[in-house]
């Protein structure tokens, strides 16, 4: 099926959030963690942004729930539009490659600027007064090792202590194959729907609801359309959604919600809170843009797309060059220019840099590992087909 490019022009979207936090969390931690820190930290307008819907703009773990939701809604969108079987099966095959190959890339490059001592980080930290920032890139490489966590570690035991935005890969790995298990056993049966909650029964509290939550706005699109139909367009259900979806998408995941206009949320005590009401909110924006032409028409723009075709690789490499190339500059400009004009120069620049470093890796790397896992489905089923036919 073609690819559908405001999907990609979200995503785009979602990883430059993720882009804007590590950012702010490494210069302004108190955007993000609520607290007011020596130097420059000491203006509480940021400490009530951290707490407000603003914080939307930068909030990487909403945006990570947008990703997963993507994920379930894109990997089972073929699968119901066409009913085959084998659909689910090659996506399966095609998952492991698809994912190793960046992210082996990205772990590669995190062991040569280890290796030339590249990362500045270290002496950022203590002026921003991020100790986040500070501890990032701090062991010593290990080739091994990184070799170890790249095969295994990043993709089945949530390891990342090499490059920290792997948090997400085991999760994106046994989520896909969630989408691939779900759909290839029971995506023909009318038997899914009392499945469906079932599984969100089970699931609500983790992020691989997401995963499940995009299967089921996938089958909703493809077999009930009607649905989407009958608010497709409709001015006041489509803000209805962005406002809520954005609001719930805001909620702080690092600080108190006391004082807050979350604070009514106390009432509903599990500490994965946030997990849940992200997943909810990127439910609420996907439905959204699938019912407004005019939100699509937005994200399909050359611009937007473009961020969608770099997106994994902008999210795989921009802390490198946060830690490596932002990190130097900042420092060369802290001597001589105040501390918010410093940051906003490297800000600026480094974005630039983020941005061709990505379509670089994009082209060099990840473009070719979707045509790798590509043909190595198409040989493993060639063969398989093959077998059975004999």
């Known amino acids: 099926m073609p690819k559908i490019k405001y999907l990609d022009g979200l995503r785009g979207v979602a990883a430059l ?25 000491k203006n509480p307008f940021q400490i009530f942004i951290a707490g407000s819907v603003f914080n939307i703009f930068y909030n990487g773990n909403f945006a990570v729930c947008i990703f997963f939701v993507l994920s379930g809604y ?5 699968f119901f539009h066409e009913k085959k079987s084998n659909i689910a099966i090659s996506g399966a095959i095609k998952r492991y490659p698809r994912l190793l190959v960046p ?30 920032f500070e501890n990032l890139f701090s062991s010593s490489p290990d080739f091994l090792k990184i070799i170890k966590q790249a095969f295994v570690g990043s993709l089945f035991q949530h390891q990342s202590s090499y490059n920290i935005v792997l948090w997400t890969m085991t999760y994106e790995f046994f989520g896909s194959m969630m989408v691939f298990g779900f759909i290839g056993f029971f995506g023909q049966t009318k038997k899914r729907y009392p499945l469906y909650l079932l599984f969100s029964l089970i ?21 009930y359309k009607y649905h989407l139909e009958k608010i497709k367009n409709k001015k006041i259900i489509i803000y209805s959604l962005i406002i809520l979806g954005i609001f719930l998408g805001s909620y702080p995941s690092q600080i108190p919600i006391d004082g807050t206009s979350y604070a009514f949320l106390r009432i ?6 946030f997990i849940i009401l992200h997943t909810i909110g990127a ?12 939100i699509q028409k937005v994200l399909e723009n050359k611009y937007f797309y473009f961020l969608g075709k770099i997106s994994f690789s902008m999210y795989l490499i921009h802390l490198i060059i946060i830690c490596s190339f932002s990190s130097y500059l900042f420092l060369q400009l802290k001597n001589f220019l105040p501390y918010d004009f410093s940051f906003l120069v490297t800000f600026i620049l480094s974005m630039i840099v983020i941005f061709i470093t990505s379509s670089l890796f994009y082209r060099l790397v990840d473009r070719k590992s979707i045509k790798f896992s590509h043909f190595l489905s198409d ?12």
């Open 203 to 223: 699931l609500f509290r983790s992020y691989y609801w997401a995963f499940l939550l995009g299967i089921m706005l996938s089958d909703l699109e493809a077999n």
């Open 17 to 41: 959030m993720v882009v804007f936090n590590h950012f702010f969390t490494a210069f302004y931690p108190a955007l993000y963690f609520g607290l007011a820190t020596p130097e420059n930290l």
């Open 103 to 132: 992210v082996l890339s990205s772990l590669l490059l995190v062991f040569i600027f280890a290796s030339f001592n590249w990362f500045s980080n270290q002496a950022v930290g203590p002026i921003s007064g991020s100790r986040w």
């Open 379 to 390: 040989k493993i089923m060639g063969v398989v087909s093959k077998n059975k036919s004999q």
């Open 74 to 78: 894109v990997l089972s969108r073929k």
């Open 283 to 294: 439910l609420m924006i996907m439905l959204a843009l699938l019912s407004s032409e005019k």
């Open 268 to 273: 509903i005590e599990t500490k994965e809170l």
